[in-house]
């Protein structure tokens, strides 16, 4: 279940504290080149150090141990690690058993009967999507010359991000963002209809990354607002060039050859620094916790990487489903 | 690829203006009471015939051909068919050539090579969600007591959904809606980390659905606007159950025990009854269509059920998937 | 569960005295020349009326209800149904609560809890390799020039087959058989390595046949008694031709570009006329069942063909899996 | 692909001669009790070191990276890592071109184009196999109280395994095996009808192992040889238990409660301390080639336990698939 694609396969595994987190891509095509130097640029993008992001700096050096040979991807599973280093598992003993509002303490532990690890958000923590950007470098190679680009466009609802940043941070509390997706050189017919539809299958993996709360395709909320006469994209060539391009990109849930355009909303970090009321799951009593680990002030700052990952991803899965169309 | 769902699955079938559509449910237990009319409430509420609703009324029948035996399902695949009746196919010999716009017309055709049935919108109808509707009628069997209900809360932009609809009906025009969606008395711990997040699950199937430009979940866009002190649900009592419920009953991919909430952006149907701008593909020249067949004014008002029924499909995968933590 | 491959996707639905049987092909490519005559040929050959099949002759007429326009596949899911006509479901209420000796009867009672459709088979019949047939003949058009033939060349371990039927017959009883299946012109390097090799996928498409107790790929049995300096297959060419294929055309799972050859061993039909004993389910005491519906005396004879469906079925997925490696 | 179950998920990565080999398992549920030392036993049952093994000695130590905290499996995705340490690489540089005859050496190179690590079988090697024993250890706490037993009964087709392993070694030659393989205890009712036969789930995972050429259930190839008199196994108890059990436990795919008895055929191992011939790829010359590496003399010896581990992976599968039948 922890996995994403049908063909080209992207798995990952481990938990925050733990001692690697890791990714294993199964269908990865021979001959692409990869050495370990190609994930940095993109690595960097997603590490903590620009302003808002956590001070948990990891060093995030990627170690292939399976599926490259001489430089080239083998064909067979690749499995890339990322050892944790700097993890500081005494900070969360004492809310083992006051789960965090807004984090999915309780969730798991409900889920899993008390077995998760629970340091540091454990399996479901935003430490694991170092392997989803790792898996999103090797896709970008596969779906070249597809390029994909995402941006932090709004934190806590103003352009200014710094600005809006450092306000949060001085009041010891978080903000979320909007980061807007763009699919360019995608060519039309990729998607499958119905329960694949290239909408579907972006949004699943979207999804995946935590804290996202909505996704909108093409003019999204915007789109339920307008009339057909006005939504509906004139189509100007005969390779599908449509006129405007609202509906982004996609027409039942099939690519129509222009531009993919989503956009995401990111929640505030739900770690934040004042003082917060919570239960004693053990007790049953009220507890107010007061949460010390080291937390972004907006993790949305990271993630157009982490998105732009998922999305390559996704299609470069659906790039190869679509093969058997010769 | 056509099909949704690791344990229990749903599977359509079936072209617009083909001689049947169909849905099979592979996974289903047996034991389950199934009759043709339990069906009967929810085709109803699909079934056109309400203000701004196509006049092509089926009867949408549904024949059970395998998987139900003296009235309960058997275990074994559950395969339910509809007739397709009242089809007028000349309606579209003559867009053929000329891709309507905002439909998936040019998407399939590039796909499929000019192979596809365009008949209609071929396999990509909305009347596809017939089967849809059949197996949420299932599922929501399977996920009792869990209740799922969705409801329209505006068209065009405004609460008051028939006058919306009276305004673009005498325009010629369409217009999209917005759709809440509750599911009650869910329990705490579905959903799996990571890849397959409550929301990932979720998303993935309502985008099946054709026409859905947007999904939030909790406050959704709301949510990048808020502060973590504001967003972030305080939990009151050990089962889980928060004060507040920003987070829409997810977090961290996974279900806390409370209602889940989510709300879907419609785009406005595309077929309109004005003249529109396209290219003729075969000659590359412009071209103007009018379409002549009938259409909805709103798809957004049969939809509630739709979403109902795929929210259902996806609780009920999910409720089985969980079931190895016994 | 009840499907088969990744890409290229078979589903089968029904029961032997249901309404229909059917299949859906999901995957299929479109542009292949599809009309309801091309399946005349192998269904026949698996049809009854050979000496030693049953009595019960379906007409097996093929309705293609999606997935096809004007001649041609689509590319969207093919559903294809077969009327159950000649049902006398009556002979099955006798031994409802006495399981069949050699039959799923208990299996299945126990499985679905008493709600399975017990009459014939129910879902576990053979009738149901009907829609396997279909699927094959559209499967051995997709991966030609690849020729797949299989042919009976025992029964009751004899190689006269009609004299083994004989004696059989006229003992009130059955035997099994022996089917050699070769697959001519297979490229090299389809399979992947480890839990799909070749061996794996073929196995498991087989073994969905009921009946089927045991498959050996090339020398099979005879490789274990064999020395290495014997079995290795010398290649003499560039191309991977082999002086000898003792490994039946696969090596570590990946076909070598030689012939692939397996061979299947199936059980006596265990439907037989002699009074057999069993248990009463409900009354716990012995039972005596004597089998008066119509029955094979070799369920083998029929089995050629659904054997090369179930192998060209298996390798059109792996050609469409292998295609990501362009 | 490189994965095998539904629910209980195994995937298996690394190559011969890389820097670790391992395996993640999906699905595995919480509360299992799980430190380094359980797998010990059957690792060492696999490990070389017995009359006839190679005499590269891998130590074998598992390291969990991820799923397991305080000493529990915690329901997210566990991996196992296996580090490479006794590799000898400049063995193979002399055979780079030279495809060793049974090996899967050509048919690799064919598949990923030349860029698969040709090093000691790459990612088709033995090696792989000590992964799915550690799994198999994991899965056998799941399936408890269902017994798993595999053990060689012949050795190049006499008893006296010893003796025969010793004469082949004189020769520098390889020999094959036979191995039996039962399940005790296991329930009715496992297995899906058709795709997913319990005779087609076990095959699948069975024939992932390097090297096995043939599988029988129950009375296998003998059975085509029975009458249906002879065959059909007696019912005797309400319970299912039969009189004798020529089906192996398995009836129309799914499992009847009996003792499911199945049995492998092992070719011989493929390297061999004679001189073979072969092809140069290159130059398209005959070459001649001698495998100095360290091999086994019948590779069957060191298989019992991972067939066993096979089985378990497919039993725990097949019992997490059947829970949504509560």
């Known amino acids: ?138 896709a970008k190679k596969i779906i070249d010359p597809v390029i994909i680009e995402a941006e932090i466009i709004e934190a806590g609802g103003i352009s200014d991000i710094q600005k809006a940043v450092e306000q949060a941070k001085n009041n010891m509390d978080s903000i979320g963002g909007k980061i807007t997706c763009q699919i360019k050189g995608i060519p039309a017919g990729l998607g499958e209809p119905f329960f694949n539809s290239v909408e579907s299958v972006l949004s699943h993996a979207v999804f995946s990354i935590p804290g996202i709360k909505a996704i909108e395709f093409g003019d999204g909320i915007q789109s339920s607002l307008m009339q057909g006469n006005q939504f509906n994209d004139e189509i100007i060539s005969p390779d599908g060039k449509t006129l405007t391009n609202h509906s982004g990109g996609i027409n039942g849930g099939i690519t129509n050859g222009n531009e993919i355009i989503f956009t995401v909303h990111i929640r505030p970090t739900a770690s934040i620094g004042k003082p917060q009321k919570t239960i ?18 907006c993790i949305a700052l990271r993630m157009p990487v982490i998105i732009e990952a998922m999305a390559a991803i996704a299609v470069a899965d659906l790039k190869f489903i679509n093969r058997r169309i010769s």
């Open 1 to 138: 279940m922890n996995s994403f694609g049908k063909i080209f396969r992207t798995m990952i595994f481990g938990e925050s504290h733990g001692p690697y987190i890791g990714v294993t891509i199964d269908g990865c095509p021979p001959g692409i080149s990869i050495t370990e130097d190609i994930f940095r640029h993109d690595l960097d993008r997603r590490k903590a150090g620009q302003p808002g992001a956590t001070e948990r700096v990891e060093h995030d050096k990627p170690e292939i141990i399976s599926g490259v040979f001489n430089g080239f991807s083998t064909g067979a599973p690749l499995t890339i690690l990322f050892k944790n280093s700097q993890t500081r598992s005494n900070d969360y003993k004492k809310i083992k058993d006051s789960p965090r509002p807004g984090h999915a303490d309780y969730a798991l532990w409900k889920k899993y009967k008390g077995f998760n690890d629970y340091r540091g958000g454990g399996c479901s923590s935003g430490r694991l999507t170092v392997g989803v950007v790792a898996a999103g470098v090797i």
């Open 280 to 297: 004693n799951i053990k007790t049953g009593k009220p507890a107010t916790i007061e949460i010390e680990g080291r937390h972004d002030t």
